[in-house]
């Protein structure tokens, strides 16, 4: 894996930046070596937490961060990121309708939150997943998994199959709903974040539709039902706009939960909650938190080319890697702090090399903190060499 500065590895351009940059932050000792902000008193009740600034990839507060638990209907996040998947790569319609089987119906009617649907219904992969993300309905999940993969054991295949990708290694499930199966399905807080940066930042359309609703209503077919979330900060802090609570006995009170101000990405989980007034104040104050005792320093744009990597045989000697996201550096409000950026990827990239390609990542270091890590793409296609190509790249290097 290369390692390299910002500054080193790219052009002069991108060097004068960086040079203005760290310019503009050097700081007093005594200023970079502040106290940074204490977590808000809400959270000192609750066992597991975490609070990531997706723009940063930066940690603000965390308790035992990769300590499995139990989801209970936070696990339904991950039935919707696989359904998703599924219909961005166009072999899921949003059309498409469902039929429940009379045993699901037997085993599933009114057990739970739940959409209250029959075998007369028709809902359409649409009514599902509101039906999951915003009543919770352990039924729609259910009809979803068997529907589409044939049983519940292959839809949660799939699911496990988007937590290896997504990097959850110490995550694992069981169920699509998140209902009690003796442990079988747990999460960490950190493969949460994961889930959730994927399920944002991959697909913005689908989770801005399916995420967030306070309320939602479908015509079922004995009349119109009537689906309420318990999101705690959806129309309460601003900028929130999800993602999902869960509870069970055995789990407690848990929230995955994400807000968006002025280009800022935040998600946060809360685990294990004894109440669900606690878990609902501290989530409030955790948001307001990672919001007002921090700010964010702009470094890059979405798209903006963060350094050029190397190619080996390629059409190209170099490939622009950019991030998906606007880029930020996280620091506490009110002080400055020395900032670094450097770049690894594993190099030099070998041609045929395709746009959208994940080569590498940007490594954020803000003096005092952890360091923060945000995914760099390949920013075009860069063909194989053909002879022409072959012998200018030799020229190119022979004077360069």
Same mark, same amino acid.
């Given at each position: 894996m290369r390692k390299a500065p910002i500054a080193a590895c790219g052009r002069s351009r991108v060097l004068k930046f960086i040079a203005k940059l760290a310019l503009a932050l050097a700081l007093p000792a005594s200023a970079a070596h502040a106290a940074l902000p204490a977590p808000p008193a809400e959270l000192e009740t609750i066992p597991v937490y975490m609070l990531v600034d997706l723009g940063s990839g930066q940690v603000l507060a965390q308790r035992h961060p990769n300590t499995p638990f139990l989801p209970a209907s936070v696990t339904k996040v991950m039935t919707a990121y696989v359904a998703f998947e599924e219909i961005g790569a166009g072999?899921?319609?949003?059309?498409? %309708?469902?039929?429940?089987?009379?045993?699901?119906?037997?085993?599933?009617?009114?057990?739970?939150?739940?959409?209250?649907?029959?075998? @007369?219904?028709?809902?359409t992969t649409r009514d599902l997943l509101h039906g999951i993300m915003t009543a919770s309905g352990n039924d729609a999940a259910i009809v979803l998994a068997q529907g589409y993969a044939g049983s519940v054991p292959q839809w949660t295949a799939k699911m496990n199959d988007a937590a290896r990708r997504l990097g959850m290694t110490r995550s694992h499930y069981h169920t699509p709903n998140g209902w009690m199966d003796e442990g079988h399905t747990y999460v960490t807080a950190s493969d949460l974040v994961r889930l959730s940066d994927a399920m944002i930042t991959r697909y913005p359309d689908l989770y801005r539709e399916f995420s967030g609703r306070k309320r939602w209503y479908w015509q079922g077919a004995k009349g119109e039902v009537a689906m309420r979330s318990h999101d705690p900060t959806v129309g309460v802090v601003p900028g929130a706009d999800g993602i999902k609570t869960g509870y069970t006995r055995e789990a407690g009170y848990n929230f995955l939960g994400s807000a968006e101000r002025g280009g800022r990405r935040l998600v946060m989980?809360?685990? =294990?909650?004894?109440?669900?007034?606690?878990?609902?104040?501290?989530? $409030?104050? +955790? /948001?307001?938190? =990672? +919001? #007002?005792?921090?700010?964010?320093?702009?470094? +890059?744009?979405?798209? @903006?080319? &963060?350094? $050029?990597? @190397? %190619? @080996?045989?390629?059409?190209? /000697?170099?490939?622009?890697?950019? !991030?998906?996201? *606007?880029?930020?550096?996280?620091?506490?409000? =009110?002080? $400055?702090?020395?900032? #670094? /950026?450097? &770049?690894?990827?594993?190099?030099?990239? %070998? !041609?045929?090399?395709?746009?959208?390609?994940?080569? =590498?990542?940007?490594?954020?270091? &803000? $003096?005092?903190?952890?360091? *923060?890590?945000?995914? /760099?793409?390949? *920013?075009?296609d860069v063909g194989k060499a053909g002879l022409l190509d072959r012998l200018r790249n030799g020229l190119i290097n022979l004077f360069s």
């Open positions: 072999r899921l319609p949003l059309d498409r %309708v469902f039929v429940e089987r009379p045993e699901t119906e037997k085993e599933w009617w009114a057990k739970g939150s739940n959409m209250y649907l029959t075998t @007369q219904d028709r809902p989980v809360l685990a =294990g909650s004894p109440k669900a007034s606690v878990r609902d104040a501290a989530a $409030q104050a +955790f /948001l307001e938190w =990672g +919001f #007002s005792a921090w700010r964010a320093r702009h470094l +890059f744009d979405k798209g @903006q080319p &963060v350094v $050029q990597a @190397q %190619v @080996q045989g390629g059409a190209s /000697l170099e490939v622009p890697l950019v !991030a998906d996201r *606007g880029v930020y550096a996280t620091l506490p409000t =009110g002080s $400055q702090r020395a900032i #670094s /950026l450097s &770049v690894r990827y594993r190099g030099p990239l %070998v !041609a045929p090399v395709r746009k959208g390609d994940k080569v =590498g990542e940007l490594e954020i270091r &803000v $003096q005092g903190m952890s360091p *923060g890590h945000v995914p /760099l793409y390949a *920013g075009r």
